[in-house]
Structure formats: C-alpha cells, structure tokens
T-cell receptor, first 114, second 113 residues
C-alpha cells in the first residue's frame, strides 16, 4: 500500500532563516506531487505541483520554491523566511492517469515563523 | 474557471443530530467530486467521492450524491457523533493535466455531547 511521509512535524524558525521541508511517497511510481499551505482557520492554497522529476509548476508567486530530486521526493524550500510563511504545509500525491485523480495527503508540517 | 462553494461554518450540532453541509460547484466538462475530512492537527483524508452524475459516494455513515442538474454535492449524515468534529472540504477534479483539485473553503463541524 502507498504511504506518504512529511518531516519535520513541527518547526519554529526565526524570520530570515532558511527552510527545507521534505515529503516522500512509498509504494507507487511516478506520482504527481503537490505542496499546499493552510493558514490558521483557512482553506487550502496550492503552492506547487510536479508531474515528474525536475518538473515543477508554481501556482502563486511567493517566497518559496520546490524541487523534486527523485521520483518520490518533493522538497519545499525558502532562502529567507517571512512572518507570513507561517502555516500548515501539506504534501499530497496522486496517480498520473485520468482515473487516478484522487489526492492522498501527508500528515503535514506546522511552521511557525517568529 | 472552476470553483467550489461550501456553506460557511462553524456548524454546531448535538450528538445524534442530522448533518447537511452544502457544496455547489462550477466547472467545465464533467468533473469528479470529493469530500475530504481534516481532524484537528492532521492532514486531509479522503472521505468519499463520486465520478459521474447521480453517483452516490458513501463512507462511515456519510453520503453525498452527484447532482449535475443543480451542480451540487451536499454531504449528509443521519446521526453525527462527537468524533465527527472536524473540518470538511468539498473538492472537484476537472480532468486536467496534473490531476489538480479545486477546493472549497472548508466547513468546521462541532458536535456536542
């Protein structure tokens, strides 16, 4: 069966520091991968998605970047964090065919920028 | 473009009450429709889905019917429990490259004993 992992679970970082959040998927090959942000009490905002290694699409301009160095690894990064980067970051995967559109989410990383 | 509109919460119910959370959508073509649930401090879990008109998705006592004529996918449960307290998200996938989902804003459900 497929599983998705995210780490760290919780992170407290000072403004201006770098960020690296990692997401890995097991039990599937060539998944689509997604990064979402959820501000406190708010809905989901799609940040990035990837349909293959090295292929990243950005949905909103921002202070963050994403990379996919391996088939089942998706990394969210920032060179300098802003206060507004605080939130709950969710990684998700889906299959690549039209009939595999369901997205499955990881447990999330809660980021607090002080 | 595609959009999903959910009733705003929070919805507060007593245990064993009937639940309805409204969801309507706008999309081109024939989207698939989903309900996800998010328990406090956790990621989203798929609750149920429907892929074509008149399909009924069901899981854990929850049901939703894909109504193309009213572009709706309302979530219902006959008797809620305290453990159903969570945020519920309606979403659609409009057969796009990348299988991207369009989410509603979420509805918080609070069930009191």
């Amino acid at each position: 069966s497929q599983t998705i992992h995210q780490w760290p679970a919780t992170l407290v970082q000072p403004v201006g520091s770098p960020l690296s959040l990692e997401c890995t998927v097991e039990g599937t090959s060539n998944p689509n991968l997604y990064w979402y942000r959820q501000a406190a009490g708010r809905g989901l905002q799609l940040l990035f998605y990837s349909v293959g290694i090295g292929q990243i699409s950005s949905e909103v301009p921002q202070n963050l970047s994403a990379s996919r160095p391996q088939d089942r690894q998706f990394i969210l990064s920032s060179k300098k964090l802003l206060l507004s980067d605080s939130g709950f970051y969710l990684c998700a995967w889906s299959g690549t065919s039209g009939s595999s559109e369901t997205q499955y989410f990881g447990p999330g990383t809660r980021l607090l920028v002080l | 473009g595609n959009s999903v509109t959910q009733m705003e919460g929070p919805v507060t119910l007593s245990e064993e009450a009937f639940l309805t959370i409204n969801c309507t959508y706008t999309a081109t073509g024939y989207p698939s429709l989903f309900w996800y649930v998010q328990y406090p401090g956790e990621g989203l879990q798929l609750l149920l889905k429907a892929t074509k008109a008149d399909d009924k998705g069901s899981n854990k006592g929850f049901e939703a019917t894909y109504r193309k004529e009213t572009t709706s996918f309302h979530l219902e449960k006959g008797s809620v429990q305290v453990s159903d307290s969570a945020v519920y998200f309606c979403a659609l996938s409009a057969n796009n490259a990348g299988n991207m989902l369009t989410f509603g804003g979420g509805t918080r459900l609070m069930v009191k004993p």
